[in-house]
Each structure stands twice: as C-alpha cells, then as structure tokens.
C-alpha cells in the first residue's frame, strides 16, 4: 500500500514563528498536494508539485510557501505562522489518474 | 477557488438508517469521487465516477454521476457505528491539472 507519512499529528507553535510540515510519500509518486482543512469549509487546495523543484500555487497559498527537493518529501513552510493558520493540514499524493492518497494530517495550533 | 455545495452540513442518526447526502456544483465535472475521513485520520477513496448517469455501488455505498453533470448523491444503506466520520464530495475537470475539488463535508454521526 502506498503511505504517505506527515512528520507530526500535533503541533503548537508561536506567532511568528517559522514552521515546517514534512510529508514524506514512499511510491515514488510524482504529484504531491498540501491541504488546509477546516470545519465547514472542507478542504482548500494550498500548493501542489509534479515534480521535483516545480510547485504551483493552489486556491489559498497567502503566507505559505513549499519545498520539494527530493521526489518523496514536499514540505509546507509558514514563513510567519499566524493564529489564522491554526488548522489540520493535510497532504496527498497522487496514486492514479484521480485517486488521492492521504496522510493522517498535522493539526497545528499557533498561540 | 471554487468549493463544491454539499448538504447536509451533519447527520445524527440511528443504526440501521438508510443516509442520503449530495453535493452541488456550478460548473460541469469530468469525474467526481466520494471520500471518508475516520476521526484523526486522513480522507480515503470510496467511490469514483466517471460518466454522466452513472451509478456504482461499493458494499451498502452507493454513488451516482449526476445527468447534468454538476451533481453527485451518496447513499449509504444500514448505517453501522462505524459509518461515523466525515464524508466528502470531489469534482475533477480533467484535462492537464487534474486537481480535485473538494466538498465541504458531512458529518455523519450513527447511534447504535
């Protein structure tokens, strides 16, 4: 089965603090896709990569950037963690033509 | 970005109900895709369509592509306890991108 490995489930962190969720995905996959989820919002596309070194933004990419250096790791940075962007961040990796394959989330709680 | 209309926002029900849920859009989709998410747990596939009309089934699951396209019904027969979590509704375009779009999810609670 694919995995698709998020680094932390919870974090807590500063505001202003910089912050880094690692997705780590063990298919050699080429799509991989960081999500914000919140209640009654569902899930909001923030930045994808297909490929190595290549990220494009998503609906909502305001105060993240990404890194993809290795094929299997796609890293979400916040440059300036905000409380806004307290949150369960979800991150995927595309396994078929349509088919997702999640990681468990990372919920993050900036103070 | 586009969001996709999905109703109802939450369900509290009994074992052995039958749920029906469905989600909107306002423009046309390709593909559209059902997904669960268990409590502390990522979203998992449970149903694609790919066709206009068309109705497949997985298990007490059972998904329809919408005639025109911008719709899409979940059906879920003889809830069990373990039915509880969110579901989603996805839609695709196609084409280069291939992004999905994703609902904003029902909650779906069974009492036993």
């Known amino acids: 089965d694919v995995k698709v490995t998020q680094s932390s489930r919870y974090l807590v962190k500063r505001t202003g603090e910089k912050v880094f969720l690692e997705c780590v995905q063990d298919m050699d996959h080429e799509n991989m896709f960081w999500y914000r989820q919140d209640p009654g919002l569902g899930l909001r596309l923030i930045y994808f990569?297909?490929?190595?070194?290549?990220?494009e933004k998503g609906d909502i990419p305001e105060g993240y950037s990404v890194s993809r250096e290795k094929k299997e790791r796609f890293s979400l940075i916040l440059e300036s963690a905000s409380t806004n962007q307290t949150s369960m961040y979800l991150c995927a990796s595309r396994d078929s033509y349509y088919g997702y394959t999640f990681g468990s989330g990372t919920r993050l709680t900036v103070v | 970005g586009q969001q996709l209309n999905q109703s109802p926002q939450s369900m509290f029900i009994q074992e052995g109900e039958d749920v029906s849920m469905n989600c909107t859009s306002s423009s046309i989709f390709n593909t559209w895709l059902w997904y669960k998410q268990d409590p502390g747990e990522g979203p998992v596939l449970l149903i694609a369509l790919y066709k206009a009309g068309e109705l497949t089934s997985n298990g007490r699951l059972t998904a329809q592509f919408g005639i025109t396209r911008k719709d899409s019904f979940l059906n879920i027969s003889a809830s069990i306890p373990s039915d509880v979590g969110i579901y989603f509704c996805a839609g695709a375009y196609g084409g280069a991108t291939n992004k999905l779009i994703f609902g904003t999810g029902t909650l779906l609670a069974v009492q036993p």
């Open positions: 990569s297909y490929d190595v070194k290549m990220k």
